[in-house]
């Protein structure tokens, strides 16, 4: 899978593609990257906050390990992901796209 890129043992870069205004809420798998739709409209940070919220329930993180690190105001997003203990790819693609 392209979208989620190991830079360490506790570091994760995961690349998506964001569509917001969206019906709802739902994760797709597109190789390259993740497309992920949200509600929010791309106002005053609205749609870069719900999908902090989103990942946060997905993967069981805490706000602070979820950092948007290029693309705060564009559709495509490179998002950094911290664990606190060694985690295995394939366990963070199966909490991503269920």
Do not use: C, W
Not at 25 to 38: A, G, K, P, V
Not at 55 to 81: D, V, Y
């Amino acid at each position: 899978m392209g979208f989620l890129e190991k830079k360490s043992e506790d570091n994760f870069f995961l690349h998506a593609k964001i569509k917001p205004n969206s019906k709802n809420q739902r994760i797709l798998d597109n190789d390259d990257y993740l497309i992920i739709f949200l509600r929010s409209k791309p106002v005053q940070n609205k749609a870069n906050n719900e999908l902090i919220n989103l990942l946060k329930k997905k993967l069981r993180l805490a706000a602070n390990q979820i950092k948007i690190i290029s693309g705060l105001k564009k559709s495509r997003k490179i998002i950094k992901l911290t664990y606190t203990e060694s985690v295995n790819e394939k366990d963070i693609i199966k909490k991503l796209l269920n």
